[in-house]
């Protein structure tokens, strides 16, 4: 996305290699504009995943949150096949949720540090239990 640096790639690349070898899967990175990876078995889509590293540990808070922009692209992209939110955390734990099982408040977040290029860094976004998450 807009603010992806390479690092960010690079983490969500090692996050989504285990992640598909769970299921024995390749894995295709997808375009800027859409989720991150496509889960395939012989070219065929049999998934698609959105991947987030975070700085936190997995149990540091009750809720993780999903833009609601990320969270109605996922529920777009699972009429055509299901989706999962995977995570991975600064204790090295990854967890993982169906899109369909998400459920959550919806709250404004605002940014405390402006990223460079928004003059207003806030949107809503949906807090999801993180006890909904299983862990890979």
Known sequence: MRYETAEDIKNEEEVIKLFAKKGNFEYKKLN???LDFALLKNDIVKCFVEVKCFKSRSNQYPTQVVSLIKF?????YSKLAPVYFVCRYSDNKIM???SEDIKGSLMMFRRTIQRIGNTDDSEIVVHVERSKFKEL
């Open 32 to 34: 800027q504009h859409s």
């Open 72 to 76: 109605d692209k996922m529920l777009d």
């Open 96 to 98: 993982y949720i169906k």
